[in-house]
């Protein structure tokens, strides 16, 4: 019997293995293809949430913040669950950051965490990680919107602003800004909601335009904006610049920048509590263990684990057998 037939032998001896590897590899293939080309099921999701937004006394309400929270995991789920139990905030918003990367499987994945976790509606604005590959915001339009929004709850203006990389904001977003601004100088607060700030508060030169900087804190002068938020920078950052005071909360439960310092570079998220015209900002640590944390991370991947644990497991069984019986068919290590 010559070496071909008998590894033809080997090979319908262990079929029944080989084949549970070539279907595991199928099914996954199938999965992933649907979880990366499949509808995410939503659209104007800022809309939406919007519109749901409740409150009982518009001049005394409380909202939460957060920012950066992509591959948090755990983290982001103990936000999300903190923000609920608190039950204080009537809405959130996202300052960017919130998925990995703009695919709509990143977008799906984030989605579920909220419908598990969050029974509040969440305001989203974009950030340079939900920009997809090419740095397209397809996606984000298809699922959010415009990137540029705002709303009103009593006398309290609240400004999206798309401000998702480096490179400043264009002109004709800034057009629309100083026009929002300009007709809500009647309103007794005026928030404004980007991912990179106009400024980097440690000093450094992360902007890359800094005039583009420069003239969005004029503009945010000129109009009085009661409060800036902004993440980007993974950490916590608050105080007054230009007469404008900024909160920067990028500590959603994405890698910190520094853990060193722990003034600055912690997990959390703010609330702010509006009350009789004045606002106050509340900073609410968040915590999560390093097993909870790799526990959450294959929980919300395990069918893709489980598929690719059983053909890993097949094949090396099948290997294994193969190996053992190497002297059988003359083949040699």
């Given at each position: 019997m010559n070496r071909w037939s008998e590894l033809k032998q080997m090979l319908w001896r262990y079929r029944f293995s080989l084949g549970i590897?070539?279907?595991?590899?199928?099914?996954?293939?199938?999965?992933?293809a649907w979880d990366t080309y499949a509808p995410v099921g939503v659209s104007n999701g800022n809309h939406d949430a919007i519109a749901a937004i409740q409150t009982q006394d518009p001049s005394d309400f409380t909202f939460a913040v957060f920012g950066d929270n992509k591959d948090g995991y755990a983290l982001f789920d103990a936000l999300l669950k903190d923000i609920?139990?608190?039950?204080?905030?009537?809405?959130?918003?996202?300052?960017?950051?919130f998925v990995n990367g703009g695919s709509k499987s990143n977008y799906r994945h984030f989605i579920g965490e909220l419908d598990d976790d969050l029974a509040i509606p969440l305001v989203t604005v974009i950030?340079?990680?939900?920009?997809?590959?090419?740095?397209?915001?397809?996606?984000?339009?298809?699922?959010?919107?415009?990137?540029?929004?705002?709303?009103?709850?009593g006398r309290n203006e609240f400004i999206i602003l798309n401000a998702p990389t480096q490179s400043g904001v264009g002109q004709k977003d800034r057009e629309w800004l100083a026009a929002v601004l300009e007709n809500a100088q009647f309103?007794?607060?005026?928030?404004?909601?980007?991912?990179?700030p106009p400024f980097d508060p440690r000093g450094g030169r992360f902007h890359k335009n800094l005039q583009d900087g420069a003239d969005l804190m004029n503009l945010f002068q000129r109009y009085h904006v009661t409060h800036l938020f902004a993440g980007h920078i993974h950490g916590y950052f608050?105080?007054?610049?230009?007469?404008?005071?900024?909160?920067?909360?990028?500590?959603g439960g994405g890698e910190l920048q520094a853990r060193a310092d722990r003034k600055h570079f912690f997990h959390h998220?703010?609330?702010?509590h509006i009350h009789q015209g004045k606002v106050d900002?509340?900073?609410r640590p968040v915590s999560a263990s390093l097993g909870l944390r790799v526990a959450d991370a294959m929980g919300d991947h395990w069918v893709e684990w489980g598929l690719l644990l059983a053909a890993a497991g097949t094949f090396s069984f099948s290997l294994a057998s193969l190996w053992a019986q190497r002297k059988t068919i003359g083949v040699h290590p």
């Open positions: 590897m070539a279907a595991c590899g199928a099914v996954y293939l199938v999965f992933l609920d139990h608190k039950k204080e905030s009537s809405f959130a918003v996202a300052v960017g950051d950030g340079n990680h939900d920009l997809q590959q090419d740095e397209s915001d397809a996606n984000y339009r298809a699922i959010f919107g415009t990137p540029n929004d705002h709303f009103a709850i309103m007794d607060n005026r928030f404004v909601f980007m991912h990179v608050s105080g007054i610049r230009q007469g404008v005071p900024y909160t920067i909360t990028g500590g998220y703010v609330t702010a900002i509340h900073i």
